[in-house]
C-alpha cells in the first residue's frame, strides 16, 4: 500500500507555504482573519474586475446565457472567499464561529468510544489495503466491525485472515442486503459515542480518525464531520489525475464554504464520522429510503446527512414512523440543531474510475443521490439561514440550468448558425476552471496538476451535464455496484 506524495522541484515551494502558514498560525486570531480577507480579495482582484465589467454590459445584453455566466461566477468567487477567509480546521483549533448556547449540545467523553465501520461486497483487490489502515488509526478506544455482504470472490477469505491478524469483527451475511442495510448492521454491534463509516476503496492517513474525533469532542455542536478525499490512483491516467484536483476543490473550496456556517449539505462516504446521538435514530428511515414509490439503494451520504441538518424540522415524523425500531424504541436522542463540518486535516484518498465508462456509472449514481436528496435537503435548507440556503440553493440551480445551458450553447447556437456564441460558452466553462485551477496551485504551490482542473470544467459542462435528465429517467433503477477499475 502507498499514497502518492508530493515531489521534485514544488517540495521546496511546499516548504515554504507551509512556512508562511505556521506563521500565520502564530498571529492573534482576529489579525489572523483580517490579513487572510485582504490576501484573499488581492489574490480574487482580476477576476472580479473581469466580472464587475461583465456585471456592467448586462442590461445591455439581456440574455439568460449572459446571466448564467455571470451568476456561475460570482457563486465560484463567493465559495472561494468563504473557503478562505471564513473556513478554519475543527480539529486544529477552536472555532470563531460558534453558537451562542453551546450548552444545548451535550459533550462527548474526553476520550470518546469510536465505532469504525465498514461494508464490503466483492472487493478482494482492495479490501486488505483498507482494512489494515483502518486498523493502523492512532485513535484509541476503537471497535473495528466490518460486514461483508454476501461476496462471492474471494473477499470473505481475506477478511476471515485479517480478522484472526488485526482482531477486527467481521459479520459475513447469508444474502446480499445492500450496502445501506449492511452498515445498519454493523450499527445493531457498534457501542461507540462516535460511529464513523468509510469506502471499501479507500486508504486512510494514521490519523485522519483521530482528528476527526477531536472535531467532534471539541465542538459539542457539530454533529458530524468530513474528512477530506484526494485520489488514491490519481497515476492511473489523465481522468484520474483530473478527478484528483476535482476532488481537492471539492472539499478544500465546496465543503470549506458550507462548514463555515455549519452546514456541509453532504459528509462523504470515505471519511464520515457523526455523533451516535445525532444519528442512531434516523438509521431504519435511511436503510429503508423510498423515492417514487421504490426502495432506494444507493448509500447516498447526503441523505444520512440531511438527517442531521434536518432533524428538528423532519426528525419527529421520522422516528414516529419507525417507532418499533431497536434503534428508536432504544433510545430516543432530542432532537438538535445540529452543525456539519469539514476537517481538512483528516485525509483520506479513494480509488477513482480511470475508465470513461466507469466513471460514467459513478456519476449517474451520484446524480441520482442529488435528485433524491434535494426533495429531502432542499424542503429545510432555507430554515438553516441566509447563507448555507444561498449555498445549497445555488448548487442546486447550477446543477439543474447546466444540461439546459449546455443543449443552447453546444446544440441550438450551432444549428443556428451562432458558432461564435459556443466559443463564447467553453471560454468561460475554462475560465471557471482556471479559477479553481489557480486555487488549487495557491494551495500547492509548484504541484504543475492544477492544469487538469479546467479540463475536469470542460469535462462537466460538456459531457456530464447531459446525466442529469438521464439519471432522473433512471432514478428508479438501483444496484450496488463501484465500477471504478
Same mark, same amino acid.
Given at each position: 500500500?502507498? +499514497?502518492? @506524495?508530493?515531489?521534485?522541484?514544488?517540495?521546496?515551494?511546499?516548504?515554504? /507555504? *507551509?512556512? %508562511?502558514?505556521? $506563521?500565520? !498560525?502564530?498571529?492573534?486570531?482576529?489579525?489572523?482573519?483580517?490579513?487572510?480577507? +485582504?490576501? @484573499?480579495?488581492?489574490?480574487?482582484?482580476?477576476?472580479?474586475?473581469?466580472? /464587475? *465589467?461583465? %456585471?456592467?454590459? $448586462?442590461? !445591455?445584453?439581456?440574455?439568460?446565457?449572459?446571466?448564467?455566466?455571470?451568476?456561475?461566477?460570482?457563486?465560484?468567487?463567493?465559495?472561494?472567499?468563504?473557503?478562505?477567509?471564513?473556513?478554519?480546521?475543527?480539529?486544529?483549533?477552536?472555532?470563531?464561529?460558534?453558537?451562542?448556547?453551546?450548552?444545548?449540545?451535550?459533550?462527548?467523553?474526553?476520550?470518546?468510544?469510536?465505532?469504525?465501520?465498514?461494508?464490503?461486497?466483492?472487493?478482494?483487490?482492495?479490501?486488505?489495503?483498507?482494512?489494515?489502515?483502518?486498523?493502523?488509526?492512532?485513535?484509541?478506544?476503537?471497535?473495528?466491525?466490518?460486514?461483508?455482504?454476501?461476496?462471492?470472490?474471494?473477499?470473505?477469505?481475506?477478511?476471515?485472515?485479517?480478522?484472526?491478524e488485526l482482531g477486527v469483527t467481521v459479520l459475513r451475511l447469508p444474502e446480499n442486503v445492500g450496502k445501506k442495510h449492511a452498515l445498519v448492521r454493523a450499527c445493531e454491534i457498534a457501542d461507540g459515542d462516535v460511529l464513523v463509516f468509510t469506502d471499501s476503496d479507500c486508504v486512510l492517513a494514521p490519523d485522519a480518525l483521530r482528528r476527526c474525533v477531536d472535531a467532534l469532542v471539541r465542538h459539542p455542536e457539530l454533529g458530524a464531520v468530513s474528512g477530506h478525499c484526494r485520489a488514491l490512483n490519481a497515476d492511473a491516467g489523465l481522468l484520474a489525475r483530473a478527478q484528483d484536483v476535482w476532488y481537492e476543490g471539492q472539499f478544500r473550496i465546496a465543503k470549506a464554504a458550507e462548514a463555515s456556517f455549519g452546514s456541509v449539505s453532504c459528509v462523504s462516504g470515505p471519511l464520515a464520522a457523526f455523533r451516535r446521538d445525532a444519528v442512531y435514530n434516523y438509521l431504519p428511515a435511511w436503510a429503508a429510503d423510498?423515492?417514487?414509490?421504490?426502495?432506494?439503494?444507493?448509500?447516498?451520504?447526503?441523505?444520512?446527512?440531511?438527517?442531521?441538518?434536518?432533524?428538528?424540522?423532519?426528525?419527529?415524523?421520522?422516528?414516529?414512523?419507525?417507532?418499533?425500531?431497536?434503534?428508536?424504541?432504544?433510545?430516543?436522542?432530542?432532537?438538535?440543531?445540529?452543525?456539519?463540518?469539514?476537517?481538512?486535516?483528516?485525509?483520506?484518498?479513494?480509488?477513482?474510475?480511470?475508465?470513461?465508462?466507469?466513471?460514467?456509472?459513478?456519476?449517474?449514481?451520484?446524480?441520482?443521490?442529488?435528485?433524491?436528496?434535494?426533495?429531502?435537503?432542499?424542503?429545510?435548507?432555507?430554515?438553516?439561514?441566509?447563507?448555507?440556503?444561498?449555498?445549497?440553493?445555488?448548487?442546486?440551480?447550477?446543477?439543474?440550468?447546466?444540461?439546459?445551458?449546455?443543449?443552447?450553447?453546444?446544440?441550438?447556437?450551432?444549428?443556428?448558425?451562432?458558432?461564435?456564441?459556443?466559443?463564447?460558452?467553453?471560454?468561460?466553462?475554462?475560465?471557471?476552471?482556471?479559477?479553481?485551477?489557480?486555487?488549487?496551485?495557491?494551495?500547492?504551490?509548484?504541484?504543475?496538476?492544477?492544469?487538469?482542473?479546467?479540463?475536469?470544467?470542460?469535462?462537466?459542462?460538456?459531457?456530464?451535464?447531459?446525466?442529469?435528465?438521464?439519471?432522473?429517467?433512471?432514478?428508479?433503477?438501483?444496484?450496488?455496484?463501484?465500477?471504478?477499475?
Amino acid at each position: 500500500m502507498s +499514497v502518492r @506524495t508530493d515531489t521534485g522541484p514544488g517540495r521546496g515551494r511546499g516548504a515554504r /507555504a *507551509r512556512r %508562511a502558514a505556521a $506563521l500565520m !498560525d502564530r498571529l492573534d486570531p482576529a489579525t489572523r482573519h483580517a490579513l487572510r480577507r +485582504v490576501l @484573499t480579495l488581492c489574490c480574487l482582484l482580476p477576476v472580479l474586475l473581469v466580472l /464587475a *465589467r461583465q %456585471a456592467v454590459r $448586462l442590461p !445591455d445584453q439581456a440574455s439568460l446565457p449572459a446571466f448564467y455566466g455571470i451568476t456561475v461566477l460570482t457563486g465560484t468567487l463567493t465559495m472561494l472567499y468563504l473557503a478562505y477567509t471564513r473556513y478554519d480546521d475543527p480539529a486544529v483549533r477552536e472555532l470563531r464561529r460558534r453558537p451562542r448556547a453551546t450548552e444545548e449540545f451535550p459533550p462527548l467523553p474526553a476520550e470518546p468510544r469510536v465505532s469504525f465501520l465498514l461494508a464490503v461486497k466483492d472487493e478482494v483487490h482492495r479490501i486488505e489495503d483498507c482494512v489494515r489502515s483502518m486498523a493502523a488509526s492512532d485513535q484509541p478506544r476503537t471497535q473495528i466491525v466490518v460486514v461483508d455482504d454476501h461476496s462471492e470472490d474471494g473477499t470473505a477469505e481475506v477478511l476471515e485472515r485479517l480478522r484472526d491478524e488485526l482482531g477486527v469483527t467481521v459479520l459475513r451475511l447469508p444474502e446480499n442486503v445492500g450496502k445501506k442495510h449492511a452498515l445498519v448492521r454493523a450499527c445493531e454491534i457498534a457501542d461507540g459515542d462516535v460511529l464513523v463509516f468509510t469506502d471499501s476503496d479507500c486508504v486512510l492517513a494514521p490519523d485522519a480518525l483521530r482528528r476527526c474525533v477531536d472535531a467532534l469532542v471539541r465542538h459539542p455542536e457539530l454533529g458530524a464531520v468530513s474528512g477530506h478525499c484526494r485520489a488514491l490512483n490519481a497515476d492511473a491516467g489523465l481522468l484520474a489525475r483530473a478527478q484528483d484536483v476535482w476532488y481537492e476543490g471539492q472539499f478544500r473550496i465546496a465543503k470549506a464554504a458550507e462548514a463555515s456556517f455549519g452546514s456541509v449539505s453532504c459528509v462523504s462516504g470515505p471519511l464520515a464520522a457523526f455523533r451516535r446521538d445525532a444519528v442512531y435514530n434516523y438509521l431504519p428511515a435511511w436503510a429503508a429510503d423510498r423515492f417514487l414509490g421504490a426502495p432506494f439503494r444507493f448509500a447516498t451520504d447526503r441523505q444520512l446527512t440531511g438527517y442531521v441538518l434536518g432533524q428538528l424540522w423532519r426528525g419527529e415524523a421520522l422516528k414516529r414512523a419507525y417507532r418499533d425500531s431497536p434503534f428508536v424504541a432504544g433510545h430516543d436522542y432530542p432532537a438538535r440543531k445540529w452543525r456539519v463540518g469539514y476537517v481538512r486535516s483528516a485525509q483520506v484518498w479513494t480509488d477513482v474510475p480511470a475508465r470513461v465508462r466507469p466513471f460514467l456509472r459513478q456519476q449517474v449514481r451520484w446524480k441520482k443521490s442529488f435528485i433524491r436528496n434535494l426533495f429531502f435537503t432542499g424542503s429545510f435548507m432555507w430554515r438553516r439561514g441566509p447563507g448555507p440556503a444561498a449555498l445549497y440553493y445555488g448548487h442546486v440551480l447550477w446543477v439543474v440550468a447546466a444540461p439546459v445551458m449546455a443543449a443552447q450553447h453546444l446544440l441550438w447556437a450551432p444549428l443556428h448558425g451562432l458558432g461564435f456564441l459556443t466559443l463564447l460558452y467553453l471560454c468561460g466553462v475554462l475560465l471557471k476552471g482556471c479559477v479553481w485551477g489557480l486555487a488549487y496551485k495557491a494551495d500547492h504551490p509548484g504541484d504543475t496538476r492544477w492544469r487538469h482542473r479546467p479540463l475536469m470544467s470542460l469535462v462537466s459542462s460538456v459531457l456530464l451535464a447531459w446525466l442529469l435528465p438521464y439519471s432522473l429517467l433512471t432514478v428508479r433503477r438501483g444496484i450496488w455496484s463501484r465500477g471504478t477499475a
